[in-house]
Structure formats: C-alpha cells, structure tokens
C-alpha cells in the first residue's frame, strides 16, 4: 500500500458525495415520516424497494442492500407520489426542505 498524499482531513470528491447522499437520505427519509409513510429499513435483496399502501397505510421500504443514492431514489419516489405533491409543496414553501433535497425531488 502506498501512503495517501492527502492531507488529515481532507475529503475527496467521491466521499463528499456519499456523504451528501446519506445527510440527503436521512433528511428525505425523516420528511416521509412526517408525511405519514411508515418507513421500514430491511435487507430485501430480490425483493422491490419503495413506496406502497397497505390498507390506508403507506408503507416505505427502503431496502438496505443498495447504495446510499439508490436508497434515496427509493425514499423520493415515495415524496413525489401525486396524493403527496400539496404536503411537499407546503413544506417547501414553509421552508421545510434543504436546497439539496429540493434539487434532489427536482430531478427524481
């Protein structure tokens, strides 16, 4: 193994971005949760990840198996589902959601 030429400290680029994804993830997953989805974090390997309704419940299931990013496309899929556009368009304008979770939504 060679030495890191970086200094203590130093982040690169890639670890930012992870970084980023999960401060993403843990802001979306906690907005759903506020929005009423019970949010389930489990291994589903095969099985699909995301948003459903079970009787008049919203389920989330957010499958742990994935990367932090796709786990935050599993968590926004359920924040951009129609029957919750006026909720999140009301924590928006309360200024609820971070910039980066909104350009997240923006482009899900």
């Known amino acids: ?7 203590p400290g130093a982040v690169n680029a890639k670890e930012a971005r992870l970084a980023n994804s999960v401060d993403i993830l843990e802001e979306a997953v906690a907005i759903a949760k506020q929005l009423g989805f019970e949010v389930r974090t489990e291994w589903l390997a095969e099985m699909p990840a995301g ?12 499958d742990l198996s994935t990367s ?3 786990q935050l496309s599993q968590v926004l899929q359920a924040l951009c589902l129609p ?3 006026e909720a999140v368009a009301a924590l928006f304008r309360d200024g609820q959601l971070s910039p980066d979770l909104l350009e997240s939504l923006s482009t899900a």
């Open 1 to 7: 193994m060679r030495p890191s030429s970086r200094e």
């Open 51 to 62: 948003p459903c309704r079970i009787g008049a419940k919203y389920v989330l299931f957010v």
């Open 68 to 70: 932090a990013s796709e």
């Open 83 to 85: 029957e919750f556009e």
